[in-house]
């Protein structure tokens, strides 16, 4: 939470995370690119580490991001409120 992004849900294989919530946030689309950008740092390390630990084909392991910046509309989200 060092830069203040916050868990929303996980959805599949998609983690959901926002930042400027509740409060409006500026920068909100550069700090989210800063954590897009470290989530993929971590997950080169891992990779390269499973892949010394676990063998061959590790590396094979892929990590993709995405973002959005606009309004939030809070809805029911799986059945649930």
């Known amino acids: 939470?060092?830069?203040k992004v916050f868990k929303v849900e996980t959805v599949g294989d998609c983690y959901v995370?926002?930042?400027g919530l509740p409060e409006k946030r500026d920068?909100?689309?550069v700090v989210m690119a800063r954590f897009a950008t470290a989530c993929?740092?971590?997950f080169k390390i891992l990779v390269k580490n499973l892949d010394?630990?676990?063998?061959?084909?590790?590396?094979?392991l892929r990590l993709r991001t995405g973002?959005?910046?606009g309004p939030v509309t809070?809805?029911?989200l799986r059945g649930e409120r």
């Open 1 to 3: 939470t060092k830069l």
């Open 17 to 19: 995370a926002v930042c």
């Open 27 to 29: 920068q909100h689309a």
């Open 40 to 42: 993929l740092r971590s």
């Open 52 to 60: 010394v630990e676990l063998g061959p084909g590790t590396s094979d």
């Open 67 to 69: 973002l959005h910046s």
């Open 74 to 76: 809070a809805g029911v």
